[in-house]
């Protein structure tokens, strides 16, 4: 029987081989050693799936390996980010203590002397209200004197923060200032977001904490990466590709993380006999299966919220072959040519098309291409509106 597919095409799940990602990886290590390490602010920034949360999870993964603690956050409203961050950072803050304790080690906090006497309460539980109630940067800076004496630290990710208002995120990062950076406390801080947190930053509306960060730009898989990424789950499972077939998938791919998962799970499931080797036949099925899937899972929801202006934008740029002029996509648009810039701007941090040169734009890759098409003929736009 053949053994479970390796393949993760989820987002978040771990993938069985985490491609590239070198250079983050390794300027992140540097924060174990160095309280002042400029990585101990990172954030990761890319388009949808491309592998901001897998990544996360695997600093995550080395800070623990490391014996450091983890507080993991993700943005899920425009406010409440702090409130989530100083609840878990509380729990933490409790746990470390009644770990401290010997569980039979009870402290008096209290004489009543209505009915029953003496109430022995743990400590632990005086402690514990006294953390829930304290504030973010009181919690950090306990924890982060206590990391000091133990010799670890502490890592906060959160992940989405573009979701966050701007304003909770300068209050968060005035609070990780002055608990962690300027005390060279053992604080490290980690985020991800879409580029539209980086328009942000250059827009003016920017927080100096996000500016001053390591930032990491999380693109797509070069190819010798996606191929390391669809090969080594097969062979380490006793599998094999073909060599032709490999270059197909991977070409496919476009190094695109999330299709490169799709690729390989349809390989898997759909390969006569992975003992002997997938064939470039099955890996062209697979790339066919995995394409379909792709636009609707990854464009669709951004699709979805887009404007009927932002649609018809994206439909007059499809009767350029390649890149098109701004121009020309005005003049098909048949609207206000004086709105044509924002919605260019709408369009680039929404990640549907890219700026190719002064005047120009693209799809931001060619299944972006075929997935307008697609819906657009669904939806009943014309090629000319
Ligand atoms: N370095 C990598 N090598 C191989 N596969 C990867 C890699 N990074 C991510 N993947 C795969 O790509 C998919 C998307 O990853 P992930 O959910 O982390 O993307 P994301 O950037 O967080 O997306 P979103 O912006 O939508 O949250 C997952 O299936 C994951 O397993
Ligand atoms: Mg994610």
């Not at 983890?70 to 409130?83: F, M, N, P």
């Not at 006497?117 to 206590?146: C, H, K, N, P």
């Amino acid at each position: 029987m053949r053994p479970v597919n390796p393949f993760s095409p989820s987002f978040g799940i771990s993938p069985p081989v985490l491609a590239g990602r070198r250079e983050v990886l390794r300027s992140f290590d540097s924060v174990f050693d160095n309280v002042r390490s400029p990585s101990h602010a990172t954030l990761l920034w890319g388009l949808r799936g491309t592998g901001k949360t897998v990544l996360l999870n695997a600093l995550e993964d080395r800070a623990r390996a490391e014996g450091w603690l983890v507080v993991s956050a993700a943005a899920v409203g425009r406010e409440g980010l702090i409130d989530q961050i100083r609840s878990k950072a509380s729990a933490l803050l409790d746990s470390v203590r009644s770990m401290q304790e010997a569980p039979s080690r009870r402290a008096v906090t209290g004489v009543s002397v209505m009915g029953t006497g003496i109430q022995f309460e743990r400590a632990s539980a005086a402690e514990r209200a006294e953390a829930e109630e304290a504030d973010l940067e009181t919690v950090l800076e306990t924890l982060g004197e206590w990391l000091i004496e133990q010799g670890t630290g502490l890592l906060v990710t959160i992940d989405e923060l573009h979701v966050s208002a701007t304003d909770e995120i300068r209050e968060f990062g005035s609070v990780f200032q002055l608990a962690s950076r300027r005390a060279e406390r053992p604080v490290a801080f980690v985020g991800a977001a879409l580029p539209e947190l980086e328009d942000r930053l250059t827009a003016g509306d920017a927080s100096t904490f996000l500016q001053r960060c390591r930032r990491h730009e999380i693109s797509n898989l070069r190819p010798s990466e996606a191929a390391i990424a669809l090969r080594e789950p097969i062979e380490e499972a006793g599998g094999r590709i073909d060599d032709d077939a490999l270059e197909i998938a991977v070409e496919a791919s476009m190094g695109q993380p999330y299709l490169v998962q799709m690729i390989g799970s349809y390989l898997w499931d759909d390969a006569e006999d992975l003992a002997r080797g997938a064939t470039a036949d099955e890996a062209r099925r697979a790339v066919a299966d995995a394409a379909a899937q792709f636009g609707r899972h990854v464009h669709g929801p951004v699709w979805n919220r887009l404007s009927d202006l932002d649609k018809r934008f994206l439909v007059a740029m499809l009767a350029d072959a390649g890149t098109s002029a701004i121009a020309d996509v005005g003049r098909r648009w048949g609207h206000s040519p004086r709105s044509l810039s924002t919605y260019r701007k709408r369009l680039l941090s929404a990640g549907m098309i890219s700026s190719v040169g002064r005047g120009r734009a693209a799809f931001a890759d060619p299944t972006i291409r075929q997935y307008v098409e697609t819906r657009a003929a669904a939806e009943g736009f014309g090629p000319d509106g």
